[in-house]
């Protein structure tokens, strides 16, 4: 499952046997048939994304959704039964910052909400090409802020993201803590792109497995950068000194184009007296926390995370 970012390893590291699901190798097999050589444009990918979160079990019925507005952005609050109400995870959907929404990844905050014993915010924040950067950054700042403003202190306070929302997820603790904010009480990092000026080394078995392109994701930091500077560290955090942040934990899998940026991320992160936590999930493609409900290690994964939080939240 992981490394430790001291240099450990967990004992279910080590166990090499360890294999996918059937459930994974199915999915795996079908990312693989739809793959293209040619990069769909925004309009398509958004579509092919809402119809491939769509196909996964949806939240169960028990779950309470309401919607509201923050300033201008659109929010949806997820609490699972027995949720405390009084802390609150923020949740920043992934999609390179060009496509995803607060539907795309209702199932992924419902299941967290119970897993964390959470309310989940999940805002939509403003996407590129139509709004291009800094405007994610700007919208998960001010959703932030706003729930401090509105009561809710930063030590009740958890950020998880996934793929950009990861990003998001350490630019905006770096954000915080540079403006004299609070930081939250800790965070989760998922498959994260927090580098868009250096993909890193990437496997032979994650270019033959990983549904995730290094052509798409210069083609969304095309859009949502243009030709801006790719190392600001609020495009990528990464490369951000990351001391005085809360406890993080940053998953990835062994089998996805990102799994370098994970790694440095936790490596910088130990280097500046973070309290971080590695987990390498053997076999995993990018963001297979998507497909929760139907991938078992999808739900392993995010109930990780939920007892990370339980643990470090107040």
């Known amino acids: 499952m992981g490394d430790s970012a ?31 050589e040619i990069v769909p444009s925004i309009p398509e990918l958004r579509t092919g994304f809402a119809a491939l979160t769509q ?3 949806p939240p169960p019925a028990d779950i309470e959704v309401t919607s509201s507005v923050v300033g201008t952005i659109p929010v949806d609050r997820v609490t699972a039964p027995g949720a405390n109400t009084d802390r609150v995870l923020l949740y920043l959907h992934g999609g390179g910052y060009c496509i995803g929404s607060r539907a795309t990844h209702r199932h992924v905050a419902a299941r967290l909400s119970a897993d964390a014993g959470m309310v989940v915010i999940v805002p939509e924040y403003r996407l590129a090409p139509e709004h291009p950067y800094p405007a994610a950054a ?49 965070s989760a990092l998922l498959s994260a792109w927090a580098d868009l000026s250096d993909l890193g080394p990437v496997s032979d078995e994650a270019l033959e497995i990983d549904f995730l392109r290094p052509e798409t994701l210069e083609f969304f930091a ?13 495009a990528s955090p990464a490369l951000a000194d990351l ?8 998953q990835a899998g062994e089998c996805e184009i990102l799994l370098d940026t994970g790694r440095r991320v936790a490596a910088r992160a130990k280097d500046a007296e973070v309290d971080v936590t590695l ?9 297979w926390h998507l497909f929760a409900g139907w991938v078992p290690e999808s739900d392993e994964a995010l109930a990780r995370v939920g007892a990370f939080l339980r643990d470090r939240v107040s």
């Open 222 to 234: 095309q859009n949502y950068l243009g030709d801006g500077d790719r190392t600001a560290v609020t």
């Open 6 to 36: 001291s240099g450990g390893k967990t004992a279910r590291e080590d166990m090499i046997a360890v294999m996918p699901s059937h459930q994974f190798e199915t999915l795996a097999q079908m990312m693989k048939a739809g793959r293209s």
């Open 138 to 186: 700007d919208d998960a700042l001010l959703v932030y802020r706003r729930l401090v403003s509105g009561g809710t202190p930063a030590d009740r306070i958890a950020v998880v993201g996934d793929s950009a929302g990861g990003g998001l997820t350490l630019a905006l603790q770096v954000a915080l803590r540079d403006a004299g904010d609070a930081v939250p009480a800790a």
């Open 279 to 287: 987990e390498v999930e053997p076999g995993m493609f990018h963001a």
């Open 243 to 250: 001391a005085e942040l809360g406890p993080m934990l940053v």
């Open 55 to 57: 196909a996964v079990p």
